[in-house]
């Protein structure tokens, strides 16, 4: 099977949505105003879906940020005080049941792409150590990533590292 990247689209939310909120920790639940806000304050938002798929289901998205966003996310902030030449991973999630068929290598293809269009540095993001995301982690390594740091957030309950990778 064959995957494209596209731009999100207003019919999509509805699906973004309970993607989101099954992959609950590795990302931050959001309700439907919240996810609204964040793909429309976003620099890009893309969906991953099959080829060969006429209803063109979402299998899989990508919320990124640019530096000098007005976004109020500690992991953000953080990058943001470090760095002005970055691609901000916000969430990347993949459907289950998709999960270890290469969605995410192909997510992250368009990221990389788009940084190197627009000249960025680096892409940045963050997995959960607290709870612990040891898959994501392995993934990021693979794609080049680094950590560059951790945080703690959300009084301590959740500590991630944050990860690098250059463009």
């Known amino acids: 099977m064959t995957y494209s990247i596209r731009s999100l689209v207003a019919a999509d939310l509805p699906r973004l949505l309970a993607l989101n909120n099954a992959a609950v920790p590795a990302v931050n639940e959001l309700d439907a105003p919240a996810l609204v806000a964040l793909v429309e304050h976003s620099h890009l938002a893309v ?18 940020f640019v530096a000098g966003a007005e976004y ?10 470090r760095s002005t030449d970055f691609l901000y991973v916000d969430r990347i999630v ?3 049941g998709f999960r270890g068929q290469g969605l995410g290598q192909v997510l992250y ?3 990389f792409g788009a940084a190197r269009r627009e000249l960025l540095a ?5 997995v959960n150590l607290e709870p612990p995301n040891p898959g994501s982690l392995a993934f990021h390594g693979r794609l080049g990533f680094a950590e560059v ?8 309950t959740v500590v991630v590292s944050l990860l690098a990778a250059s463009v």
């Open 122 to 126: 680096e892409v940045l993001c963050e």
């Open 47 to 64: 969906a991953v879906v099959a080829d060969d798929d006429a209803a063109a289901e979402v299998l899989g998205f990508a919320i990124l």
């Open 94 to 96: 993949v459907a289950d």
């Open 109 to 111: 293809d368009a990221i």
């Open 72 to 81: 109020a996310s500690e992991n953000y902030r953080w990058f943001s005080q």
């Open 149 to 156: 740091g951790q945080l703690s957030t959300k009084d301590d």
